[in-house]
């Protein structure tokens, strides 16, 4: 995969992606029903797998964007590194959320529609030293 997307990401956004993707694949090996309950957290981890389960489920019917395209977005406007990545429902809207650290030193809260890709709206604030 390194040799794939060499020249098109930067070094954090390779590593970013393999480490979501890898989050991806853990979480659907835990989405199976025997195990989600044989430990005492299987609660919490049913709210994880239903959550992931509706955010494929709305990716499959269309309803929202890949997250890779709201990435290629990100990199495009707000160069830096993506540092987190959350799917939120806001009010009816699906939304994804991402934190980037920029290249600048600042750390920018973005907040894109998920169905449309557009951008709703950006906060930020200076990184501490």
Do not use: N
Request: net charge negative; glycine share 10%.
């Amino acid at each position: 995969m390194y040799g794939l997307c060499k020249g098109r990401y930067s070094l954090g956004m390779r590593r970013f992606i393999t480490f979501t993707l890898a989050v991806f694949m853990a979480a659907a090996s835990l989405s199976s029903p025997a195990q989600a309950g044989d430990d005492d957290e299987g609660t919490h981890e049913h709210e994880h797998d239903d959550e992931h389960d509706r955010v494929r489920r709305a990716r499959e019917r269309g309803d929202i964007l890949p997250l890779m395209d709201i990435l290629k977005r990100v990199e495009q406007a707000y160069p830096g590194q993506v540092i987190e990545t959350e799917y939120d429902d806001e009010h009816g809207r699906m939304v994804y959320e991402l934190v980037v650290l920029g290249d600048d030193g600042r750390v920018l809260k973005l907040y894109y529609d998920a169905e449309t890709g557009e951008l709703l709206k950006v906060k930020g604030r200076k990184e501490h030293k």
